[in-house]
């Protein structure tokens, strides 16, 4: 068995400075931009696909 680190990418969306996720590319892994050594998220494909679908539809407000 292989532990490789994922890769990670940010948003394209994302020239605010650094205040962003990063998403793994099989996205079951979300990690704050600022601290990449801080503990991961950890979450499924199709929950990873609901929480955008929602971000989208603007089900989590604005900040």
């Known amino acids: 068995m ?36 801080a503990p991961v998220m950890h979450t499924s494909p199709t929950s990873f696909a609901a929480f955008v679908a929602g971000v989208k539809a603007g089900e989590f407000g604005t900040a």
């Open 2 to 37: 292989t532990t490789e680190s994922p890769r990670w990418f940010k948003s394209s969306y994302s020239s605010n400075g650094g205040n962003c996720i990063e998403v793994s590319t099989d996205h079951t892994a979300i990690r704050d931009s600022k601290t990449p050594h």
